[in-house]
């Protein structure tokens, strides 16, 4: 006894579905700018605790962590990359990551996190060190991918709905 095999049928998702998409792609890509703002203020945090004056600003402050932003977004590690791409996104990103980590750490210990039974944050030691270094490397990395994907859903939903 021999099956025959059904040819494969496309089925487009219907203009509610795409719309319900774009809706959760659009959540997500808030989630992604809460995200980058958080490491963002952490980052300039950071400068101000080391003695620069970024207040100075007026509000152009933020130039910084953009421009962090969009020299990762730009020169994240593909195939074709010259040496000084991933040397200035090296030097750029490493200074994002020990900043936001540095950031991270001057606010996070002592803190209550309000989640299932609560979790109260130590002031010292490797129960500090390894939240840190954690929520610092999603904030530092995280936030650039996650806003980009929920660009391209956007974009590729946009059509179908």
């Given at each position: 006894?021999?099956?025959?095999?059904?040819?494969?049928?496309s089925v487009q998702?219907?203009?509610?579905?795409?719309?319900?998409?774009?809706?959760?792609?659009?959540?997500?890509?808030?989630?992604?700018?809460?995200?980058w703002y958080a490491g963002a203020y952490f980052t300039l945090d950071a400068l101000r605790t080391v003695g620069i004056?970024?207040?100075?600003?007026?509000?152009?402050?933020?130039?910084?962590?953009?421009?962090?932003?969009?020299?990762?977004?730009?020169?994240?590690?593909?195939?074709?990359?010259?040496q000084a791409k991933t040397l200035a996104l090296l030097m750029v990103g490493g200074f994002d990551l020990l900043s936001t980590t540095y950031g991270i750490?001057?606010?996070?210990?002592?803190r209550t996190i309000p989640l299932g039974l609560g979790y109260t944050?130590?002031?010292?030691?490797?129960?500090l060190f390894v939240p840190v270094v954690l929520f610092s490397f999603i904030?530092?990395?995280g936030p650039e991918r996650i806003i980009q994907w929920?660009?391209?859903e956007i974009k590729r939903m946009w059509g179908t709905a």
């Open positions: 006894m021999t099956t025959k095999s059904k040819p494969a049928v998702p219907s203009a509610v579905a795409a719309f319900f998409d774009i809706l959760v792609a659009l959540f997500v890509l808030a989630v992604g700018c809460g995200l004056a970024v207040k100075q600003l007026d509000g152009f402050e933020w130039f910084i962590p953009v421009g962090v932003s969009l020299l990762e977004l730009r020169y994240w590690p593909s195939v074709k990359q010259t750490f001057l606010w996070f210990p002592g944050i130590p002031r010292a030691g490797l129960a904030l530092t990395f929920a660009g391209k």
